[in-house]
């Protein structure tokens, strides 16, 4: 679907986010598109509290993966430990990925 929606020469934002749905606590990675966030990847967390860089590190990986064709500008608060998750992303991450952190 993705690939469908986005042309390869196209920069997407990628949104960071942890939400508590119910009694589900979620991190996901969403891709905004029209003004709208669309989650296309997540994980659930096993604890209520805030998920922690190892958590992010494990889900950033599969979507750039799959959005190799893109340039990706990569956003996220403060909750995502930024300092550490900036310096992960510029050492893990192709030279096409920016990223903005709180």
Known sequence: MLQNLFKSDSG??????RTQWQNTNILMISVVWKKRALPIY??????????????????SPPVIR?????KIWITADREFHSIFLSHWL?????????????
């Open 66 to 70: 799959l959005l190799k064709s893109q």
């Open 12 to 17: 997407l934002v990628l949104i960071i986010d």
């Open 90 to 102: 510029k050492k893990y991450q192709r030279s096409d990925v920016y990223f903005v952190l709180r």
């Open 42 to 59: 997540w994980h659930i967390l096993s604890h209520k509290e805030a998920g922690n860089l190892t958590e992010s590190k494990a889900v």
